[in-house]
């Protein structure tokens, strides 16, 4: 099965900082890869997410990049802010591209990111 | 955060009891979820359905049941067998086949063993 592989576990920055988490993932054939956030006693919600057909994406502060070949993918968290502290999970899922969702998703163990005044 | 819902929030059991876990959704979504969070492990899952009257293991399907009966509905039962079932507990769905693979959560019921 899938094994999905989280580092830093847990990360510290400054605010207006970058911070970066990433993940490695086993299965060659995952090909969707969501990131989570979740806030203390919350529930997790997704932030952004990637399909293998595409290397980068971005939303505003927010930018996720895949690489296939070495199978590892990064959370880009540019210009921190106080309410970016949250803990951060990665996850990977196998699926047809077309027909899209249903899919179980394997989950990285967390990083714990706080941004500090 | 409306859609998806589970109850009750806080739940005590004592040993050697069944508990049932609720999760409702009315997203009209194919596909659900339980999985079980423990401090620095992740999420793991449990059991998961992809349509109604069907459903498979996940990673750590040992003491516990699921049905899905309804499409709006996936409970989870906590047996006796399970050796540590102290955690908290996320229900979630998603659209399934012909949808995204966003998956969505609920609020969680965090389970304590007396």
């Not at chain 2, 492990?41 to 359905?49: A, C, V």
Request: hydrophobic content about 30%; proline content about 4%.
């Amino acid at each position: 099965g899938e094994n999905v592989e989280q580092h830093p576990s847990t990360l510290s920055v400054q605010e207006g900082d970058s911070a970066v988490i990433k993940c490695t993932y086993s299965d060659s054939a995952s090909n969707y890869f969501p990131w989570y956030k979740q806030e203390l006693g919350k529930r997790p919600q997704l932030i952004i997410d990637i399909r293998s057909n595409v290397g980068e994406k971005k939303d505003q502060r927010i930018a996720v990049t895949l690489n296939k070949t070495a199978k590892h993918f990064s959370l880009h968290i540019t210009e921190t802010q106080p309410e970016d502290s949250a803990v951060y999970f990665c996850a990977a899922s196998r699926g047809d591209i077309l027909t899209g969702g249903g899919n179980k998703l394997t989950f990285g163990t967390g990083t714990q990111l706080k941004v500090e005044l | 955060d409306g859609g998806i819902t589970q109850s009750p929030k806080y739940l005590f059991r004592k040993e050697g009891q069944n508990v049932t876990l609720s999760c409702e959704q009315n997203l009209n979504h194919d596909a659900m979820y339980w999985y079980r969070q423990d401090p620095g492990q992740g999420l793991r899952l449990i059991y998961y359905s992809q349509i109604v009257n069907d459903f498979q293991k996940g990673d750590i399907a040992e003491g516990y049941s699921v049905s899905r009966e309804k499409k709006e509905s996936f409970p989870l039962t906590v047996t006796s067998a399970q050796k540590n079932p102290t955690a908290f507990y996320l229900c979630a769905s998603s659209r399934g086949r012909g949808g995204r693979n966003e998956q969505f959560f609920g609020p969680g019921t965090r389970l304590t063993v007396l």
